[in-house]
């Protein structure tokens, strides 16, 4: 199984910026996706995520109203928009891929299963 991010860059901020995760090695319509991130010196944090079933979204505060997931089953990937972006959006955002994660582990990383490798987001003042 391999998850590959794309799509981060330099952005000034109140820019926006779409992470891309595909997925291969199996199919994932019946597992949560999320992103998460982690910024320099900083632990890990949940951003978004999008669980299984009913594909509901979850979002941290801090994100909430600006940057929006989405999932398309058909082609195994996972969207991360990201509007009006802030400096301390700076990080690099890691897609992960999870099973059985309850709505109470969603934002837990330890739960999920499959990682990809990063993609670095820089937001500018």
């Given at each position: 199984v391999q998850l590959q991010a794309s799509g981060g860059g330099l952005v000034q901020?109140?820019?926006?910026?779409?992470?891309?995760?595909?997925?291969?090695?199996?199919?994932?319509?019946?597992?949560?996706?999320?992103?998460?991130?982690?910024?320099?010196?900083?632990?890990?944090?949940?951003?978004?995520?999008?669980?299984?079933?009913?594909?509901?979204?979850?979002?941290?505060?801090?994100?909430?109203?600006?940057?929006?997931?989405?999932?398309?089953?058909?082609?195994?990937t996972v969207y991360l928009q990201m509007n009006s972006l802030k400096p301390e959006d700076t990080a690099v955002y890691y897609c992960a891929v999870g099973y059985r994660i309850i709505v109470t582990s969603v934002q837990d990383g330890s739960h999920y299963d499959y990682w990809g490798q990063g993609t670095l987001v820089t937001v500018s003042s």
């Open positions: 901020a109140g820019g926006s910026l779409r992470l891309s995760c595909a997925a291969s090695g199996r199919t994932f319509s019946n597992h949560a996706m999320a992103w998460f991130r982690q910024a320099p010196g900083k632990e890990r944090e949940f951003v978004a995520a999008s669980r299984w079933p009913g594909y509901s979204t979850y979002y941290a505060d801090s994100v909430k109203g600006r940057f929006t997931i989405s999932r398309d089953n058909a082609k195994n």
